[in-house]
């Protein structure tokens, strides 16, 4: 195995470790996280923190978790002759286990539409890293 390789598999593998864990967090830990980032941006609305800003903090950390794995997958899946795309049907199979896991956290649910968040982000990525890999060899 190349080098290249050895290290997109590391990357896929440690992305995928990073969505386990934080799928793992039950209901009031997975609120407290999503809570400091919400309260980052709280003065960016004078204190007053609109309702819908968690879930969109929410939604915005799924669709980037899976984009970084749908990048790392689609990379991977070119360096072995496939197409760019296989990395984003992985990642979007990786969001189906995800989902289901969380079943089994407490206060945590499966849905569905987090599950098209998260594969748009694995779209997302892997058709971003295509455009810059096509990039780099066209200009090199």
Known sequence: MNRRKAILWTLVILNMAAI??????????????????VSL??????????EWLETLVRKCAHFTEFALLGAWAGLLSMEYGRHWLWGAVFASLYAVTDEVHQLF???????????????????AGTGLAALIRKRRKRNN
Request: charged share 15%.
């Open 20 to 37: 386990f864990i934080f799928s793992a967090r039950n209901a009031e830990e997975s609120s407290a996280q999503s809570g400091f980032i």
């Open 41 to 50: 941006l709280a003065p960016l609305f004078g204190g007053n923190v609109p």
């Open 105 to 123: 956290v407490p206060g945590r649910a499966c849905q569905a539409f987090d599950w098209l968040v998260d594969t748009c982000g694995a779209l």
